[in-house]
C-alpha cells in the first residue's frame, strides 16, 4: 500500500495508518478489534456502534477506542 | 417485612432492577481474571463494577474480562474511576454505554489522588448533566446526609457514601452519618469504599444500607475467594440482623438465667 492510500490517523494517542476510504468498522479489524466489544469516540464524538460499518475515516481523525476493564 | 422465613424473598431494586444479592464487587487489583471470576462466584454478587479504558492496540489480542467474568450473567456497572472532573466523568460514561449498551452506572468524581474523596461539586454537576441524558447514575459520595439529599433530588438512582477513603480498608468511621443518610434517603444507599473485613460489611447493613459496594478487601486479602465468601457471609447476616431488630443497649448486666428459684 503506498501512502497516498492511506489516512494518517491518531488512535488512543498513537499514530496510525489505515486505508483510504475505510469505514471505522474496517479500521477496526485492520487493528484487529472487535467492533461488539469496544466503544469508539471520533474527534471527541461517540460513534454509535450501529453506525461503524457507514461512517469513513477521514485523514486526520482523532480516535478514542475503550473497552471494559477490571475496576473498583 | 421481618419474618426470617421471608429471607429468601429479601430483594432490593435500583433504577427498576431487582437484585438478591447486596453485595456488589470490584473487578480491580486481581493477581489474574481466573482469581477474580472465582472470588465474583463466591462473594454472590450479581453486580460487578468495572472501568473504562484505552484497548491496547498494540497487542489487540490479550484476554479480557469479559471473557471471565460474563457480561450476560453479571450486571457489568462501569465506573469513572481516575476522573477528577464532571467533563471527564461524563465523556467516560458515554463511551461506557456505547460499549456496554445500558445506562445502569457509577459515578464517581474525585477531590485528589492523596484521598480520593469525592469532589461533591463537579459530582452534582456531572450527576445533573447525566440525568438529563437519560443515564442512571448510582453515585460515590461524601457521608453527609445534606449531600445525599442533593444527589437524590438532581435524579442519582442510588446513594453510595464512602464509609471511608478508598482502598483504605479502614471501616465505616461515621456511622451516624451512614444511618442519617439512609433514613433520609427515598432511593437504595450502599456503602462504597472503605470496607476491610467481613464485619465491616456487616456494620453497613445493620446500620439498614441496602448494600456494600468493594473491591480492595476481597482483591487483597491472602486468599480472596475466601475473604468473598465471607463477605457474602457477612451482608447477608447483617442485613437479617437489620431486619430482626437489635436489642437495646444497656449500661450494665441483665442476668440471661432466671433469678427465681436460685439453690
Given at each position: 500500500m503506498s501512502v497516498t492510500e492511506s489516512l494518517q490517523i491518531n488512535v488512543n494517542g498513537e499514530t496510525r495508518r489505515v486505508s483510504a476510504g475505510a469505514s471505522i468498522a474496517q479500521m477496526l479489524g485492520e487493528l484487529g478489534l472487535s467492533p461488539e466489544r469496544v466503544a469508539v469516540e471520533?474527534?471527541?464524538?461517540?460513534?454509535p456502534r450501529s453506525t461503524l460499518g457507514e461512517v469513513r475515516v477521514a485523514d486526520g481523525d482523532a480516535f478514542e477506542i475503550v473497552h471494559f476493564v477490571g475496576g473498583g | 417485612m421481618n419474618a426470617p422465613q421471608q429471607m429468601s424473598a429479601d430483594?432490593?431494586?435500583?433504577?427498576?432492577r431487582t437484585f438478591t444479592s447486596r453485595l456488589i464487587v470490584?473487578?480491580?487489583?486481581?493477581?489474574?481474571?481466573?482469581?477474580?471470576?472465582?472470588?465474583?462466584e463466591a462473594s454472590g454478587a450479581e453486580i460487578v463494577t468495572v472501568a473504562v479504558r484505552r484497548v491496547n492496540i498494540a497487542d489487540p489480542s490479550q484476554p479480557m474480562?469479559?471473557?471471565?467474568?460474563?457480561?450476560?450473567?453479571?450486571?457489568?456497572?462501569?465506573?469513572?474511576?481516575?476522573?477528577?472532573?464532571?467533563?471527564?466523568?461524563?465523556r467516560t460514561l458515554r463511551l461506557a454505554r456505547e460499549a456496554g449498551g445500558w445506562s445502569l452506572v457509577k459515578l464517581e468524581v474525585l477531590g485528589e489522588a492523596k484521598t480520593l474523596y469525592p469532589d461533591m461539586r463537579e459530582t452534582l454537576k456531572a450527576t445533573e448533566v447525566l440525568v438529563k441524558e437519560g443515564f442512571q447514575p448510582m453515585v460515590y459520595c461524601v457521608d453527609d446526609p445534606i449531600a445525599a439529599k442533593q444527589l437524590e433530588e438532581a435524579g442519582?438512582?442510588?446513594?453510595?457514601?464512602?464509609?471511608?477513603?478508598?482502598?483504605?480498608?479502614?471501616?465505616?468511621?461515621?456511622?451516624?452519618?451512614?444511618?442519617?443518610?439512609?433514613?433520609?434517603?427515598?432511593?437504595?444507599?450502599?456503602v462504597d469504599a472503605g470496607v476491610g473485613?467481613?464485619?465491616?460489611a456487616a456494620v453497613a447493613m445493620e446500620l439498614g444500607c441496602d448494600g456494600v459496594l468493594m473491591n480492595t478487601a476481597i482483591a487483597e486479602a491472602k486468599d480472596p475467594v475466601l475473604m468473598a465468601r465471607a463477605m457474602k457471609a457477612a451482608v447477608e447476616a447483617g442485613?437479617?440482623?437489620y431486619l430482626a431488630g437489635r436489642m437495646g443497649k444497656r449500661r450494665y448486666a441483665d442476668p440471661s438465667s432466671p433469678l427465681a428459684g436460685l439453690i
Amino acid at each position: 500500500m503506498s501512502v497516498t492510500e492511506s489516512l494518517q490517523i491518531n488512535v488512543n494517542g498513537e499514530t496510525r495508518r489505515v486505508s483510504a476510504g475505510a469505514s471505522i468498522a474496517q479500521m477496526l479489524g485492520e487493528l484487529g478489534l472487535s467492533p461488539e466489544r469496544v466503544a469508539v469516540e471520533r474527534n471527541l464524538e461517540i460513534v454509535p456502534r450501529s453506525t461503524l460499518g457507514e461512517v469513513r475515516v477521514a485523514d486526520g481523525d482523532a480516535f478514542e477506542i475503550v473497552h471494559f476493564v477490571g475496576g473498583g | 417485612m421481618n419474618a426470617p422465613q421471608q429471607m429468601s424473598a429479601d430483594s432490593w431494586t435500583v433504577a427498576g432492577r431487582t437484585f438478591t444479592s447486596r453485595l456488589i464487587v470490584g473487578t480491580g487489583k486481581y493477581k489474574n481474571f481466573e482469581e477474580n471470576a472465582a472470588a465474583v462466584e463466591a462473594s454472590g454478587a450479581e453486580i460487578v463494577t468495572v472501568a473504562v479504558r484505552r484497548v491496547n492496540i498494540a497487542d489487540p489480542s490479550q484476554p479480557m474480562l469479559t471473557d471471565f467474568i460474563d457480561p450476560k450473567r453479571y450486571t457489568y456497572l462501569p465506573n469513572t474511576a481516575g476522573c477528577f472532573t464532571a467533563d471527564e466523568a461524563i465523556r467516560t460514561l458515554r463511551l461506557a454505554r456505547e460499549a456496554g449498551g445500558w445506562s445502569l452506572v457509577k459515578l464517581e468524581v474525585l477531590g485528589e489522588a492523596k484521598t480520593l474523596y469525592p469532589d461533591m461539586r463537579e459530582t452534582l454537576k456531572a450527576t445533573e448533566v447525566l440525568v438529563k441524558e437519560g443515564f442512571q447514575p448510582m453515585v460515590y459520595c461524601v457521608d453527609d446526609p445534606i449531600a445525599a439529599k442533593q444527589l437524590e433530588e438532581a435524579g442519582a438512582v442510588a446513594i453510595m457514601p464512602l464509609g471511608a477513603p478508598i482502598g483504605s480498608g479502614l471501616g465505616i468511621q461515621n456511622q451516624v452519618t451512614i444511618r442519617l443518610i439512609v433514613e433520609g434517603a427515598n432511593v437504595p444507599v450502599l456503602v462504597d469504599a472503605g470496607v476491610g473485613t467481613a464485619s465491616d460489611a456487616a456494620v453497613a447493613m445493620e446500620l439498614g444500607c441496602d448494600g456494600v459496594l468493594m473491591n480492595t478487601a476481597i482483591a487483597e486479602a491472602k486468599d480472596p475467594v475466601l475473604m468473598a465468601r465471607a463477605m457474602k457471609a457477612a451482608v447477608e447476616a447483617g442485613r437479617m440482623a437489620y431486619l430482626a431488630g437489635r436489642m437495646g443497649k444497656r449500661r450494665y448486666a441483665d442476668p440471661s438465667s432466671p433469678l427465681a428459684g436460685l439453690i
